[in-house]
């Protein structure tokens, strides 16, 4: 019994040390340059092409579901050819570019530190959200580049637009995220677009979907398969009266009114089913701070999942590869 205490006691020990090792100061002495460096590059990015926000947080979710938050998805090839990738990653040259502007930031300083893409893309992604009028959080820095990507587990733990709430439910437990959690970070589909081919089947099958939304989105979504796929619709198109773009709780009053995009949106509100998650939905659409809070408080969550830290992965100079030069 002692005995057994005494591992818990130990096992407690190492997961704080593992965790301890990201911190938000991380690169204060060795790159203090780095948080401004990626702000300025993504408040330019966001201010002359606010999608650009959506596609950066997108690529950090993308990310951080498959092996962790660890650059995975920004190797060339592997995950990228994955189904909920292939075809639909944007970003990856501007992470590059941030990337080449943070490193010259810190060999100003004459100091030989690089800072992981991973990391880049975790603040990155929080700057986006700020960039486009949403909630703020503390980004825990630290985090390393992985060898390897798999293209296995892009495809097992990636959700796609087709689950239902508890296929989403799965999917987002298995990452240790509760119901409110999942419903939440699907609130960032209040920002960004979606390409034809990943709604036209609830556009032209699914009964719940409010009739002058779904003939709008029809007329640019063309039903035979292979015309039109790759046109895009706002996931959110809720007017505000600052743009489309802005990051705000309009996602889940459009789930009230049958107006989400893809069916994995629409089944967050089946109304009247009684479903978990309408409540969630009611509480978010009621409250702007409740979702912002919520959001935020996933975010650092999803952040912190499984990084390679210490010596293990590598820091990547380019963040398509593992080449050291
Ligand atoms: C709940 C399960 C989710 C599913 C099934 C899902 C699915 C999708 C799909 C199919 C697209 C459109 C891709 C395309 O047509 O090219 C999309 C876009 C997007 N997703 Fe999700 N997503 C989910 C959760 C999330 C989460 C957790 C985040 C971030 C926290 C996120 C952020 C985004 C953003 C910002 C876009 C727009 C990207 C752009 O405009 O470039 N999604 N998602």
């Given at each position: 019994?002692?005995?057994?205490?005494?591992?818990?006691?130990?096992?407690?020990?190492?997961?704080?040390?593992?965790?301890?090792?990201?911190?938000?100061?991380?690169?204060?002495?060795?790159?203090?340059?780095?948080?401004?460096?990626?702000?300025?590059?993504?408040?330019?990015?966001?201010?002359?092409?606010?999608?650009?926000?959506?596609?950066?947080?997108?690529?950090?979710?993308?990310?951080?579901?498959?092996q962790g938050c660890d650059a995975s998805?920004?190797?060339?090839?592997?995950?990228?050819?994955?189904?909920?990738?292939?075809?639909?990653?944007?970003?990856?040259?501007?992470?590059?570019?941030?990337?080449?502007?943070?490193?010259?930031?810190?060999?100003?300083?004459?100091?030989?530190?690089?800072?992981?893409?991973a990391?880049?893309?975790?603040?990155?992604?929080?700057?986006?959200?700020?960039?486009?009028?949403?909630?703020?959080?503390?980004?825990?820095?630290?985090?390393?580049d992985s060898?390897?990507?798999?293209?296995?587990?892009?495809?097992?733990?990636?959700?796609?637009?087709?689950?239902?709430?508890?296929?989403?439910?799965?999917?987002?437990?298995?990452?240790?995220?509760?119901?409110?959690?999942?419903?939440?970070?699907?609130?960032?589909?209040?920002?960004?677009?979606?390409?034809?081919?990943?709604?036209?089947?609830?556009?032209?099958?699914?009964?719940?979907?409010?009739?002058?939304?779904?003939?709008?989105?029809?007329?640019?979504?063309?039903?035979?398969?292979?015309?039109?796929?790759?046109?895009?619709?706002?996931?959110?198109?809720?007017?505000?009266?600052?743009?489309?773009?802005?990051?705000?709780?309009?996602?889940?009053?459009?789930?009230?009114?049958?107006?989400?995009?893809?069916?994995?949106?629409?089944?967050?509100?089946?109304?009247?089913?009684?479903?978990?998650?309408?409540?969630?939905?009611?509480?978010?659409?009621?409250?702007?701070?409740?979702?912002?809070?919520?959001?935020?408080?996933?975010?650092?969550?999803?952040?912190?999942?499984?990084?390679l830290?210490?010596?293990?992965?590598?820091?990547?100079?380019?963040?398509?590869?593992?080449?050291?030069?």
């Amino acid at each position: 019994m002692a005995s057994s205490c005494l591992s818990v006691v130990l096992l407690l020990c190492l997961a704080a040390a593992v965790s301890a090792q990201l911190s938000p100061t991380f690169y204060d002495s060795s790159c203090p340059g780095a948080l401004s460096t990626i702000k300025n590059a993504v408040d330019a990015a966001v201010g002359s092409n606010p999608r650009m926000g959506a596609s950066l947080l997108r690529l950090h979710f993308h990310d951080c579901f498959v092996q962790g938050c660890d650059a995975s998805v920004l190797l060339s090839g592997n995950e990228q050819n994955a189904g909920g990738n292939a075809g639909s990653l944007l970003g990856l040259d501007l992470i590059q570019k941030i990337k080449d502007l943070v490193e010259a930031a810190c060999d100003n300083n004459k100091r030989t530190v690089f800072v992981s893409c991973a990391d880049i893309l975790a603040v990155a992604a929080r700057d986006s959200v700020v960039a486009l009028g949403g909630p703020s959080w503390t980004v825990q820095l630290g985090r390393r580049d992985s060898t390897t990507a798999s293209v296995t587990l892009a495809n097992n733990d990636l959700p796609p637009p087709s689950l239902d709430v508890a296929g989403l439910n799965t999917r987002f437990a298995a990452k240790g995220f509760s119901s409110i959690d999942m419903v939440a970070l699907s609130g960032a589909h209040t920002v960004g677009r979606a390409q034809c081919k990943n709604f036209r089947n609830r556009l032209y099958n699914e009964a719940n979907i409010d009739p002058d939304y779904a003939a709008k989105l029809k007329a640019n979504c063309p039903q035979p398969t292979g015309s039109g796929d790759s046109n895009l619709a706002q996931l959110d198109d809720t007017p505000t009266p600052v743009n489309a773009d802005s990051f705000d709780n309009g996602y889940f009053v459009n789930l009230q009114l049958n107006k989400g995009l893809l069916h994995s949106d629409q089944v967050l509100y089946t109304a009247g089913a009684g479903g978990a998650t309408e409540n969630i939905v009611d509480s978010f659409a009621a409250n702007p701070e409740t979702f912002r809070n919520a959001f935020a408080s996933a975010m650092v969550k999803m952040g912190n999942l499984s990084p390679l830290t210490g010596s293990q992965g590598m820091v990547r100079r380019t963040c398509s590869s593992t080449k050291a030069n």
